[in-house]
């Protein structure tokens, strides 16, 4: 204890239960922050689906722009959910929306491939694109691998 308000820190127990109990001389803050952080870093990365919307009608840039958007979802280990959202009149040509969601799928096919085939669900035509590997995450977790932990070198 006089160590610990010698330096100016805290006296913090890591094992209580072990003969000897096993404390270290260590900044409280510091180390809650770290302990948190580590916890954060266990959790596995739950796959979110992410939404993309176009219209039968949509110009072929803005197109390449949802490519683009995709792709970068895709490479993130994300689903996305493509919805081609109809307008009344448009409901009478469904074949229009299915070519660009086929489209936007051939695109992005070696990224992801569709769970199944655009369906109209009332005015919205729904496909579902599953990512091919989970690369985002991998690389995420092996930087924080690399870090050390400054709790190690006291």
């Not at 209580?16 to 990365?45: C, F, L, T």
């Not at 769970?115 to 990512?131: C, F, Q, T, W």
Request: aromatic share 4%.
């Amino acid at each position: 204890m006089t160590k610990a308000e010698a330096v100016g820190l805290d006296l913090v127990l890591v094992a209580p239960n072990a003969e000897p109990p096993v404390a270290r001389i260590v900044d409280h803050g510091k180390y809650k922050y770290e302990q948190d952080k580590q916890k954060k870093d266990q959790k596995k990365k739950v796959q979110e689906v992410k939404g993309i919307k176009i219209s039968p009608v949509i110009a072929e840039n803005d197109l390449n722009t949802a490519m683009r958007k995709g792709k970068k979802f895709l490479e993130e280990g994300d689903k996305i959910r493509v919805v081609c959202r109809f307008r009344p009149r448009q409901l009478a040509h469904p074949k229009i929306g299915e070519d660009k969601m086929l489209w936007l799928a051939k695109e992005l096919e070696e990224y992801g491939k569709p769970d199944k085939a655009p369906v109209l669900n009332g005015r919205e035509m729904v496909m579902v694109i599953s990512p091919k590997s989970t690369g985002g995450s991998k690389s995420k977790n092996a930087k924080a691998e690399d870090t050390q932990d400054s709790s190690e070198e006291v």
